[in-house]
């Protein structure tokens, strides 16, 4: 079963960083798109940065120059590096994957659980 776990999430002051990480697990052929997206209380889920199998990045105004997605595709693993926090960045992180699987009914775009992140001012 493909499954996508994220952990790094915390409580933090403003202007702190933490790192996110999230690991693709199961009977994989290949992680294509990895994405980032967050969701506060009472808004919108909200996609915070993207990046592709060849490594180009994409990134929400907001977090731009403050946040820095990586990826290892030997691990499938996809990371968001997350520096100077401000409290608007509080929310809750969920990794997004799009899956290539040897069986056709794991094939698709997968989410993880959520890790929350919290920043305090």
């Known amino acids: 079963q493909v499954q996508l776990v994220e952990s790094g999430g915390g409580l933090v002051q403003a202007g702190e960083s933490l790192r996110l990480s999230c690991l693709a697990s199961?009977?994989?052929?290949?992680?294509?798109?990895m994405r980032w997206y967050r969701q506060a209380p009472g808004k919108q889920r909200e996609l915070v940065a993207g990046?592709?199998?060849?490594?180009?990045?994409n990134y929400a105004d907001s977090v731009e120059g403050r946040f820095t997605i990586s990826r290892d595709n030997a691990k499938n693993a996809v990371y968001l590096q997350m520096n100077s926090l401000k409290p608007e960045d509080t929310a809750a992180y969920y990794c997004?994957?799009?899956?290539?699987?040897?069986?056709?009914?794991?094939?698709?775009?997968?989410w993880g659980q959520g890790t929350q992140v919290t920043v305090s001012s």
């Open positions: 997004n994957a799009d899956i290539q699987a040897p069986r056709i009914w794991d094939r698709g775009n997968y």
């Open positions: 199961g009977s994989i052929f290949r992680v294509n798109g």
């Open positions: 990046i592709t199998y060849s490594g180009s990045t």
